[in-house]
């Protein structure tokens, strides 16, 4: 078991065994992205002007072909990772942008890697965990969890 820092703000900061292997920037990171990728096509109808759209398009016909094509990517691309028994998970990037909410608490070192990628509970990808965070480290995790919600940069 890795001890967590004493105070919410110290889980951001480097210097203890748990910040070497937790990934609360790194999530915080993915969120942001995850975010500016799915706003995308919005953008593009929000600011035309900054996307130099000819007249032969309109924001929203160019919207409706950004998201076209982010549906069929988001579906065919994909990752694996291995849970604990040496099994192959396999998540397609729409799978993952679906984990938004989880990744907001899947940065702590002591849970397993199916709580890492965001496995939702009661599901059998999630069965196969068997290490879990201990409930005070939890407690801590989400006095920060506004941050990661409302894509904050962390006091530090």
């Not at 999530?27 to 500016?36: E, S």
């Amino acid at each position: 078991m890795i001890p967590s820092p004493s105070g919410a703000a110290r889980i951001f900061q480097a210097g203890s065994q748990f910040e070497h292997f937790s990934t609360p920037y790194r999530d915080l990171r993915l969120l942001i992205a995850m975010d500016a990728v799915l706003d995308f096509p919005d953008l593009v109808v929000r600011s035309p002007e900054d996307f130099n759209i000819s007249g032969l398009s309109s924001p929203e016909q160019v919207k409706k072909k950004l998201q076209s094509v982010m549906d069929h990517n988001v579906s065919e691309l994909s990752i694996s990772y291995t849970h604990r028994n040496g099994s192959l998970q396999k998540l397609t990037i729409g799978e993952i942008l679906k984990r938004r909410d989880a990744f907001e608490m899947a940065y702590n070192p002591n849970d397993g890697i199916e709580i890492r990628w965001g496995a939702p509970v009661n599901s059998d990808e999630r069965a196969m965990c068997h290490r879990h965070a201990p409930s005070n480290q939890l407690v801590t995790m989400r006095s920060v969890s506004i941050w990661f919600h409302k894509r904050l940069h962390p006091p530090t």
